[in-house]
């Protein structure tokens, strides 16, 4: 039986959940229409009806059963089977032509049953949506490629906005949450080879709350992912997909969400830290902020809050 979920872990109408609605509803459609997979949808996001209303969305490519089991995950875990579609990186950006999108996230499973863990995919992906869709910004979520440099720099060297990719949870809880093929120093070691191969690359990582973490545990990984150089850092409540998941230890309340915005922005230098019991790795408010820094609209969080 899964825990009750406290007040503040309702998800509310947006405003403008009209209009916002009818675009969900419309997006909906085509991806069920053209066989598209959204992280969105298969990992349960409480954000979808406002991201996608709101001019965002986060496609899953390779597929929807990923190779490695993570006990947070809800994505089905197993042997992928089939080569990915070599038609799918020009129909996405096909597609994502026709959704009036501003802003997207290319995520994948991962696929440790490919040579370079599908990188290549990904770049010719990031290309075709960039090529067909000139206005898009484009951020990747990568799997880690089992830390191999070559497939980092093939997703690199494509020339997405930015690059993400997740530690998931703190250093002392990843060996119980994570598949035992992660890790969170190899997570680090992605996210630095990221920024050695392009100094100028904004890149992005995430940790959930609610695993039984302590603040300094918290604290080391911010400033482990400082010293990484990333850039943006996403955090929200952990929430328990099934039974058949990790239990969530504690609810954290919203207050403490804010409190680690601050601490992440203020004491270790993030550009932007989202927070909150219901963000997640790809968030419509972190995308917005991200979306103008790239455009030169602000250079600093604090010219977005005034």
């Known amino acids: 039986m899964l825990e ?4 503040w872990l309702t998800v509310l109408p947006p405003a403008g959940a009209e209009d916002e609605g009818r675009n969900y509803v419309r ?20 954000n979808v009806s406002e991201c996608w209303g709101g001019g965002t969305a ?15 995950c809800m994505v089905s875990p197993g042997k992928p089977g089939s080569p990915p579609d070599p038609l799918e990186p020009e129909n996405v950006a096909l597609i994502l032509s026709k959704m009036g999108l501003s802003y997207v996230v290319l995520t994948s499973v991962d696929r440790d ?22 206005g898009m910004r484009v951020e990747v979520l990568i799997p880690d490629f089992q830390n191999d440099l070559d ?33 969170y120093w190899q997570s680090l070691s992605v996210l630095r080879s990221v920024k050695k191969l392009d100094p100028g690359m904004f890149t992005k990582s995430s940790i959930m709350l609610g695993l039984g973490e302590g603040e300094e545990e918290v604290r080391l990984a911010m400033m482990h992912l400082r010293e ?44 932007y830290v989202a927070s909150g019991p219901l963000v997640r790795s790809s968030y419509k408010a972190g995308e917005m902020f991200i979306g103008a820094l790239l455009d030169g609209k602000v250079t600093t969080i604090n010219e977005q809050s005034a």
């Open 151 to 183: 497939s980092i720099r093939k997703v690199v060297e494509a020339g997405p906005d930015v690059v993400a990719h997740n530690v998931e949870t703190t250093m002392f809880l990843s060996g119980r949450v994570r598949d035992p093929r992660a890790g």
């Open 113 to 134: 049953d490919l040579p370079d863990g599908g990188a290549e995919h990904f770049a010719r992906t990031i290309r075709a949506t960039k090529e067909m869709n000139p």
């Open 228 to 271: 990484a150089g990333v850039d943006f850092l996403t955090i929200g409540q952990y929430l328990r997909p099934s039974a058949r998941h990790l239990p969530v230890v504690e609810y954290v309340p919203p207050g403490t969400f804010d409190y680690y915005k601050h601490v992440g922005e203020q004491e270790y230098g993030f550009s």
């Open 58 to 72: 986060t496609l899953m490519l390779m597929g929807d059963v990923c190779s490695r089991a993570c006990r947070f």
């Open 4 to 7: 009750p979920k406290p007040e």
């Open 27 to 46: 997006l909906k459609g085509l991806f069920k229409e053209l066989r598209l997979h959204t992280v969105c949808e298969e990992a349960h996001c409480p």
